[in-house]
Structures are given as structure tokens and as C-alpha cells.
């Protein structure tokens, strides 16, 4: 491969690395054609961008990216892909499929700001909650309280409409 192709990957890697929050670094060894474009289907529905690459390409990529990456330099081994998302866990609900077959396995992960090394993690990155899911959280626990406080004075307003009743009908 000639230096000026080498140097577009490269830069292409590191465009990709800026566009998109997270990413998985995947063995995918073992994979044959058919059970390859089927992971790439299923990572295009998802919305991961999936791309197999050589190793000294990423590795000078992620070197040149400006957060430092040193920590996955060593899962840097056999073949490996990439796979680019915006959410977080994703990948790693996609990874879980094939949990039991053990074709592809998580080597590392960049999510959320933090650096996951090993396949052992997979059930750590996949209770990730997205961006989505936590403002979700956040607006239900906001309205609960406010939900608690309408059902009460629904409630109390059939109480002491009962009471003003009572009190109204009963003889002086």
C-alpha cells in the first residue's frame, strides 16, 4: 500500500473518531463472508457505521487524535473493526447477540469519556444509558412529583366537597 493511500485511511479514521462519540474496537477473526454482511446489516439498521481495519493504521490514527487512547494500543492485535455510533450502548446490545457464539468479541471500547478494556465489560457498556434515555429519566422524575400532587387534590376536592355537604345539610 503506497504512503499517500496510508495517510488518507489515516485521516479518514481520525475524521471519524472526531464525527462520532463512541466507538468499539471488535475481533472480528473467524467471521466468514455471509456472517460479515450480516453484522454489517445489522450495524447499518443500528446506526453504527462498521469499518475493518488494519491495526498500524488505527494505531497511528488514534495517536494522532487529541484525546490520549494509549490504554487500547495493546488490543491492537489480529483483525479488527470499528465500530463508529453516537449512543453509547448500541454496539454493545448488538455484541450481546452473539454473546454465545463468541464471533465477534469486544476487545476495547471509547464510550462516554472512558476507556472499557476487555470482553468482560460487554454488560458494563450495555446498561450505558443514552443521552435519551437519562433526559427521559430526568422529566419522569421531574413529573412525579407534580403527578402526586394533582392526584391529592383530586382526591381531597371529593373529601371536603363531602364534608361542605354534610355540613350544609345537617340542621341548625
Known sequence: ???????????ALGE???EY???YLVDVTGLNAEATSNLRRK???NDIKMVVVKNNL???ALEAAETDFEPLYDVLKGNTAVFFCNTANLPAKLL?????EGIPALKAAYAEEGIFVGADKLEELSS?????EVIADVVALLQSPAKNVISALQ???NTIHGVLKTLGERPE
Not at 1 to 8: A, I, L, P, R
Not at 96 to 100: F, H, P, R
Not at 128 to 132: E, H, L, P, R, Y
Open 1 to 11: 500500500m503506497k504512503k499517500e493511500v496510508k495517510d488518507t485511511i489515516i485521516a
Open 16 to 18: 471519524k473518531l472526531k
Open 21 to 23: 462519540g463512541h466507538f
Open 43 to 45: 450495524c447499518y439498521k
Open 58 to 60: 488505527l494505531h497511528k
Open 96 to 100: 450481546k447477540e452473539y454473546k454465545k
Open 128 to 132: 450505558i444509558k443514552s443521552k435519551n
Open 155 to 157: 382526591s381531597g376536592a
